[in-house]
Protein backbone atom coordinates (compact mmCIF):
# COMPACT_ATOMS: atom_id res chain seq x y z
CA UNK A 1 0.00 0.00 0.00
CA UNK A 2 1.38 3.42 -0.89
CA UNK A 3 0.68 6.58 1.21
CA UNK A 4 0.99 10.13 -0.06
CA UNK A 5 1.78 12.96 2.59
CA UNK A 6 1.27 16.11 1.17
CA UNK A 7 2.74 19.93 2.48
CA UNK A 8 3.24 23.56 2.24
CA UNK A 9 -0.44 24.99 1.68
CA UNK A 10 -1.77 27.91 3.47
CA UNK A 11 -2.62 31.33 3.13
CA UNK A 12 -0.90 33.70 0.10
CA UNK A 13 -1.44 37.21 -0.53
CA UNK A 14 -1.81 37.40 -4.72
CA UNK A 15 0.98 37.76 -6.57
CA UNK A 16 2.77 35.12 -3.56
CA UNK A 17 4.83 32.05 -3.89
CA UNK A 18 4.19 28.58 -2.35
CA UNK A 19 5.50 25.46 -2.82
CA UNK A 20 3.71 22.03 -2.54
CA UNK A 21 5.73 18.63 -1.52
CA UNK A 22 4.07 15.02 -2.07
CA UNK A 23 6.21 12.01 -0.03
CA UNK A 24 5.36 8.66 -1.31
CA UNK A 25 5.76 6.10 0.78
CA UNK A 26 4.95 1.95 1.47
CA UNK A 27 5.73 -1.08 -0.34
CA UNK A 28 7.20 0.86 -3.85
CA UNK A 29 8.94 -0.83 -6.69
CA UNK A 30 8.44 2.08 -9.36
CA UNK A 31 6.45 5.53 -8.87
CA UNK A 32 5.75 6.01 -12.94
CA UNK A 33 3.55 9.62 -13.18
CA UNK A 34 3.15 11.82 -10.58
CA UNK A 35 0.90 14.85 -10.56
CA UNK A 36 -0.87 17.33 -8.99
CA UNK A 37 -5.13 18.34 -8.85
CA UNK A 38 -7.25 20.68 -7.59
CA UNK A 39 -10.46 21.38 -6.70
CA UNK A 40 -12.51 24.39 -5.43
CA UNK A 41 -16.05 24.82 -3.77
CA UNK A 42 -18.54 23.24 -6.50
CA UNK A 43 -16.04 22.76 -8.94
CA UNK A 44 -14.70 19.53 -10.43
CA UNK A 45 -11.19 18.45 -9.69
CA UNK A 46 -9.14 19.31 -12.41
CA UNK A 47 -5.51 18.20 -13.35
CA UNK A 48 -3.03 21.25 -12.86
CA UNK A 49 0.51 19.34 -13.89
CA UNK A 50 2.11 16.14 -14.24
CA UNK A 51 5.59 14.80 -14.38
CA UNK A 52 6.51 11.46 -16.18
CA UNK A 53 9.26 9.15 -14.71
CA UNK A 54 11.47 10.69 -17.55
CA UNK A 55 10.90 14.00 -16.69
CA UNK A 56 8.32 15.31 -19.22
CA UNK A 57 6.16 17.48 -18.05
CA UNK A 58 2.42 18.76 -18.90
CA UNK A 59 0.19 21.88 -17.82
CA UNK A 60 -3.11 22.82 -17.61
CA UNK A 61 -2.93 26.45 -19.61
CA UNK A 62 -4.59 28.56 -16.98
CA UNK A 63 -1.02 27.80 -15.06
CA UNK A 64 1.40 27.58 -17.30
CA UNK A 65 4.39 30.17 -17.19
CA UNK A 66 3.06 30.21 -13.21
CA UNK A 67 4.04 26.54 -11.79
CA UNK A 68 6.64 24.56 -11.76
CA UNK A 69 6.56 20.88 -10.88
CA UNK A 70 9.67 18.61 -10.21
CA UNK A 71 10.55 15.50 -8.68
CA UNK A 72 12.93 13.62 -6.85
CA UNK A 73 12.94 9.87 -7.52
CA UNK A 74 15.48 9.39 -4.78
CA UNK A 75 13.25 10.57 -2.32
CA UNK A 76 9.69 9.52 -4.36
CA UNK A 77 8.65 13.09 -3.73
CA UNK A 78 6.68 15.51 -6.37
CA UNK A 79 7.18 19.05 -5.93
CA UNK A 80 4.28 21.92 -7.08
CA UNK A 81 6.38 25.31 -7.12
CA UNK A 82 3.55 28.45 -7.84
CA UNK A 83 4.35 31.65 -8.89
CA UNK A 84 2.32 34.65 -9.17
CA UNK A 85 -0.28 33.34 -7.48
CA UNK A 86 -3.66 34.51 -7.81
CA UNK A 87 -7.24 34.15 -5.91
CA UNK A 88 -8.61 31.95 -8.78
CA UNK A 89 -5.99 29.57 -7.43
CA UNK A 90 -7.95 28.81 -4.52
CA UNK A 91 -8.36 25.24 -3.73
CA UNK A 92 -7.59 22.25 -2.39
CA UNK A 93 -4.27 20.65 -4.02
CA UNK A 94 -4.19 16.87 -4.32
CA UNK A 95 -1.40 14.91 -5.41
CA UNK A 96 -1.76 11.75 -7.53
CA UNK A 97 0.95 9.03 -8.34
CA UNK A 98 1.04 6.08 -10.54
CA UNK A 99 3.34 3.50 -8.26
CA UNK A 100 3.14 0.17 -9.61
CA UNK A 101 0.63 0.44 -11.86
CA UNK A 102 -1.79 1.84 -9.13
CA UNK A 103 -3.28 5.54 -8.75
CA UNK A 104 -2.97 6.70 -5.66
CA UNK A 105 -4.43 10.25 -4.06
CA UNK A 106 -2.85 12.26 -1.53
CA UNK A 107 -5.22 13.77 1.18
CA UNK A 108 -4.93 17.11 -0.02
CA UNK A 109 -4.03 20.44 1.08
CA UNK A 110 -5.85 24.14 1.20
CA UNK A 111 -4.13 27.12 -0.76
CA UNK A 112 -5.92 30.45 -0.30
CA UNK A 113 -4.97 32.78 -2.15
CA UNK A 114 -6.57 36.33 -0.55
CA UNK A 115 -5.46 39.49 0.81
Known amino acids: QVQLVESGGGLVQPGGSLRLSCAASGSIFRINTMGWFRQSPGKQREMVARISSGGSTYYADSVKGRFTISRDNAKNTVYLQMNSLKPEDTAVYYC?????????WGQGTQVTVSS
Open 96 to 104: QTNADGRWN
